[in-house]
């Protein structure tokens, strides 16, 4: 029946890396099978003129800009087009409430957590790439899908990868699962090298291409740990159920060890088409433009176990996880801080995790978090904390801190 009258979407961070790779799948579906999607809404950040053109193109009912300041450009871009404009936070929350029946939330960090939360109430299905909010409102985000009977697919390649090997395979079944990291850009790197690195250097990943907050996630390994929170969340497995290998070549994005003895994993070129595909043809599959893995190329596939001591942000995530409480969302609202501390050259690569970890020391009791207000404000405390310790940090070039969110571009 959904397919007949043509399913509607909604792409919460439409102008961001994953939500660009969102478009470019509903522009193709659009050309192969005409009326298969229609979008309901379509969320940006701060590009402007790329939300408008996305707009226009899909046709979408309305375009909302996260920057209330560029409503009214917004507004002049799609003047004529009968495509309803809006801006603001609380515009952004509208268009995610607005039911559809698959939703990509695709906002970076944080600021993702209530928009998802309000896509949720509708009951269709939420593709979720942004992985914070797992992280930080694990319980509250779970519980509110129970409750409005929808359904959580998993875009993160990793995620998505254990989703697709699992192949409906009862959780009983399972031993363990194993998550897949390329190493980022400093995976044979000596500290030194890391300690002296730059942004520029720090953003060049050698397989896939991010934004500039997962990207330095990846490089210091921080993804991974809020990777393994999410996957716990997600599958409902223990730390110890969970496995990180690091694997260059990026084709094994996932596997999953059975009682039995088997090992299944999922390969893939490094496209992300490929698992948001996944998520918007569920529990069908389309075509992609995405090349096709050509394994007697690659040749050789190689694995390792991370470095705890060049990546100490791992095992601080998985200190969180094994933690509770209100532990991981301390840990993801650190380490937004710090990288956007990095990026704007307060603080040095390695502190970041310095950050996080004084973070977490500060937290002192640890409490459940039961509700999204919970979830705020230990959000916000965190934040404030690890503030705090950028400031020190940089002081000796007297350097000051604003603890600003990060949003796709």
């Not at 043509?6 to 470019?24: A, M, N, P």
């Not at 929808?150 to 363990?176: C, Y």
Request: glycine letters at 8%; one cysteine or more; aromatic letters at 4%.
């Amino acid at each position: 029946m959904t397919e007949q009258r043509g399913r509607t979407v909604t792409v919460l961070g439409s102008t961001g890396s994953i939500g660009c790779s969102t478009v470019d799948l509903l522009y193709s579906a659009q050309d192969a099978t005409p009326g298969r999607f229609r979008v309901r809404a379509l969320v940006g950040g701060r590009n402007v003129t790329l939300l408008a053109e996305q707009a226009r193109a899909l046709n979408a009912e309305c375009a909302v800009i996260h920057d209330e300041s560029l409503g009214a450009e917004l507004e002049r871009l799609l003047q004529g087009t009968g495509i309803a404009c809006a801006a603001g936070r609380e515009a952004v929350i509208a268009a995610a409430a607005m039911p559809a029946d698959w939703t990509m939330a695709a906002i970076t960090g944080a600021a993702g957590l209530e928009p998802v939360l309000a896509s949720i109430r509708n009951g269709g299905t939420l593709a979720l790439a942004n992985k914070e909010a797992l992280v930080c409102a694990g319980d509250v985000m779970l519980r509110a899908v129970s409750e409005a009977g929808a359904t959580l697919l998993p875009v993160d390649s990793e995620h998505n990868a254990i989703f697709q090997s699992l192949a409906g395979s009862p959780m009983r079944a399972v031993e363990k699962i194993v998550l897949t990291a390329s190493g980022g850009p400093f995976r044979n790197a000596t500290l030194d090298a890391m300690r002296a690195a730059t942004p520029e250097v720090a953003l060049r990943h050698p397989t896939w291409s991010m934004g500039a907050k997962i990207s330095i996630d990846s490089a210091t390994m921080a993804n991974k740990g809020l990777e393994v929170i999410e996957a716990a969340r997600l599958f409902g497995v223990t730390d110890a159920e969970i496995d990180v290998l690091v694997h260059p070549q990026s084709v094994v994005h996932g596997l999953v060890q059975f009682r039995d003895g088997s090992l299944i994993a999922q390969c893939g070129v490094a496209d992300m088409r490929v698992p948001i595909a996944n998520t918007l043809a569920w529990p069908d599959r389309m075509e992609t433009n995405a090349a096709r893995l050509d394994l007697a190329q690659v040749a050789r596939l190689d694995f390792e176990a991370p470095d705890p001591m060049r990546f100490p942000a791992l095992g601080l995530a998985r200190q969180a996880l094994r933690a509770g409480g209100a532990a991981p969302t301390v840990f993801s609202a650190a380490n937004e801080i710090a990288v956007d501390a990095f990026l704007g050259r307060r603080i040095g690569f390695l502190d970041i995790a310095s950050v996080i970890d004084a973070t977490l020391e500060s937290l002192g009791n640890n409490p459940p978090i039961g509700d999204l207000a919970a979830v705020l404000h230990w959000d916000a405390r965190a934040r404030a904390l690890a503030c705090e310790h950028v400031t020190r940090m940089s002081a000796s070039v007297g350097a000051s801190v604003v603890g600003d969110t990060l949003l796709d571009a």
